[in-house]
């Protein structure tokens, strides 16, 4: 079992550029999170899936961010037009069917820097 | 306003003594309380979690401590090792409500050798 796979797990972007964000989670597991971390806000729930249908996206910013899971193996968060308080760790996170958010397991996690 | 407070950014303690590291809440619908645990470059990982209806949860050196009326918890890691030594991340979510966890911002505990 390798875990949640986030890639990649550095993006260095320019103002203005898009960026997207990919998530495998733990195969079997049936909902994914999105969380945003930094040192000032610390873990800012984003939105989640489950049985890849969106569910809650209250914490995603309206404009430029989006997150979508095409297939129960991915999940991507997109984020356009970038700016540099976009920076950020995002975390992607699944548990299993039955576990609601008793027990995420989290990746690593994608370093975004926007220059 | 947040609504799960961590009152100390960080705690240093020496090894074999017991850190205590406290965290509040504001909502009175929030009912699961899990505490997580992060090394630099690392996701979180799940450590210990309470029920509101239980004011006690034990996992080895690892106690929860539930005040519902009070609205605050503690975690009491015993025998501190070094290797304890990471960010712990208090979280709160209702089980009536959206599986959205929130999260405190965190304490940074130090075990001195």
């Known amino acids: 079992n390798a875990g949640v796979i986030q890639t990649p797990r550095h993006k260095v972007t320019g103002k203005g550029q898009e960026a997207t964000l990919w998530c495998e989670p733990i195969s079997g597991h049936s909902a994914v999170f999105w969380y945003r971390q930094t040192i000032v806000q610390g873990l800012e729930f984003l939105t989640y899936f489950r049985n890849q249908a969106p569910i809650d996206d209250s914490g995603m910013p309206k404009e430029r961010f989006s997150a979508q899971m095409p297939n129960q193996s991915h999940s991507t968060l997109k984020i356009q037009s970038t700016q540099p308080q976009d920076s950020a760790v995002y975390l992607c996170?699944?548990?299993?069917?039955?576990?609601?958010?008793?027990?995420?397991?989290f990746g690593h996690g994608t370093k975004l820097s926007v220059l | 306003q947040q609504q799960v407070r961590q009152s100390s950014q960080s705690l240093t303690v020496w090894e074999g003594e017991t850190a205590i590291l406290n965290c509040s809440y504001e909502n009175s619908a929030f009912d699961y309380f899990p505490w997580y645990q992060q090394f630099p470059g690392e996701g979180p990982a799940l450590l210990i979690a309470i029920r509101s209806v239980s004011d006690k949860k034990e996992d080895g050196r690892f106690t929860i401590f539930f005040n519902k009326r009070e609205k605050n918890l503690s975690l009491h890691i015993k025998d501190s090792q070094p290797g304890d030594s990471a960010t712990y991340f208090c979280a709160a979510s209702a089980s009536s409500g959206s599986w959205q966890l929130i999260f405190g911002s965190g304490t940074q505990l130090t075990v001195m050798p």
């Open positions: 996170a699944s548990s299993s069917p039955g576990q609601g958010n008793e027990r995420l397991f």
